[in-house]
């Protein structure tokens, strides 16, 4: 054990060294406060062997990765890779709200560790800025599975409380409802709300209508999101049959994310450009396909044209194709172009004779590209 890099509510983290594999990691300590009853303390300690086991099923780049679990001093330690980040929240305090084509890139790798989580039937139930870290390069990760829980489980501890950040915690949360996968849609939608506009989706009276189980208004639209704007209100909305689906989320993160950024643009007027971006991107596909298909057409009716002459030229006897070089060589020699010409010495027919030539020339050498086209295309 080398120093601490974190602390939470129940555990503090630490930078240490794994002696065998010889390499830096993270080690989770599980701190039990002096007054907890004994039934608190195996809670949480059921929490903590949760948390490991829940993570250690998950292997995704954006969730952090649990070597091992040491039971040490009577509770356990969790043994991670060290991931040497600041958490989002930490992030918000020291530059304020982040861009918003910042706050969708972080978006789209948050929401590939939920679906990676959801896949596996197990629901995050805390999605918040202090559970996302970011290090230098950018990788995003999402830390703290200790309130996780299998699809269907209840959102009450066995003593009957709410269990989960008040600022990030889903409406339905509060009914004492079942959890699933749009819980932790609503909880990334407001962390990244948070990010966008520097405070939460609800002030502290909304917090506390949440937890009343109060009827309750949809948050008001972020203000500073840009063309993120429809993304939050869709992972937001009050009735969980209402929210965007993970995919639709990350199809809408995805556009958001490659937006220029405009601070002063209106999340109407972002509305209004990527609706405007999307047609503009239909009506050059469109375009596109017309060409391919005029192409197509026009393929077709050379195929036609060509396949109408061969078969013309297969229909001729022998005697008839004799008869027709017969004729061209004539006519070649009429103009001069061969040794038995007769008006080699005229220079105006020569020239009448040179640019014919270079005009047959060129037709057949059209004729053997429009054959190469068609046949070999």
């Given at each position: ?16 060294t ?19 009853t004994?039934d ?10 949760r ?9 995704h ?8 679990v ?39 790798q ?60 889903p ?11 749009p ?10 709300y ?27 639209p ?19 049959d ?46 596109v ?35 027709l ?17 007769k008006?080699?010495?005229e220079?105006?027919r ?9 005009a ?18």
């Amino acid at each position: 054990m080398r120093e601490p890099i974190g602390r939470g509510g129940v555990g503090t983290v630490w930078r240490a060294t794994d002696l065998v594999l010889d390499r830096e990691v993270a080690v989770k300590e599980l701190r039990l406060p002096d007054d907890l009853t004994e039934d608190e303390r195996a809670a949480l300690l059921r929490r903590t062997t949760r948390e490991a086991r829940v993570a250690g099923r998950l292997s995704h780049p954006n969730v952090v990765t649990v070597l091992d679990v040491v039971n040490e001093d009577g509770r356990p330690w969790i043994v991670m890779e060290l991931v040497v980040a600041r958490t989002l929240a930490e992030i918000i305090d020291i530059a304020g709200p982040l861009p918003y084509p910042r706050v969708a890139e972080i978006g789209l790798q948050l929401i590939s560790a939920l679906k990676a989580a959801h896949d596996e039937g197990i629901v995050h139930r805390d999605v918040k800025p202090e559970n996302v870290m970011i290090s230098e390069n950018g990788r995003v990760v999402l830390t703290d599975f200790g309130l996780a829980a299998w699809t269907g489980e209840s959102a009450l501890s066995s003593s009957g409380r709410i269990i989960g950040s008040p600022s990030y915690l889903p409406p339905e949360r509060a009914k004492a409802g079942p959890v699933g996968p749009p819980s932790d849609l609503w909880s990334l939608g407001a962390t990244l709300y948070a990010a966008v506009e520097g405070h939460p989706p609800y002030d502290r009276k909304g917090y506390i209508a949440i937890l009343r189980g109060d009827q309750l208004e949809e948050p008001a639209p972020a203000a500073n999101a840009g063309p993120l704007a429809p993304v939050l209100a869709g992972l937001l909305k009050v009735n969980p049959d209402e929210r965007l689906t993970a995919e639709s989320a990350t199809a809408m993160l995805r556009i958001a994310s490659l937006a220029p950024w405009a601070p002063e643009t209106s999340p109407e007027t972002a509305a209004r450009s990527a609706e405007a971006v999307r047609r503009e991107g239909q009506e050059k596909l469109s375009a596109v396909d017309h060409f391919r298909a005029g192409a197509e057409v026009l393929r077709h009716n050379l195929h036609e044209q060509v396949s109408q002459v061969s078969d013309a030229l297969q229909r001729h006897r022998p005697e008839s194709v004799s008869a027709l070089l017969t004729s061209i060589r004539e006519s070649t020699n009429a103009l001069g172009l061969t040794s038995s010409g007769k008006h080699r010495s005229e220079p105006s027919r020569t020239k009448r004779a040179a640019v014919a030539a270079s005009a047959v020339c060129a037709l057949l050498l059209l004729l053997v590209v429009l054959w190469a086209l068609v046949f070999r295309g």
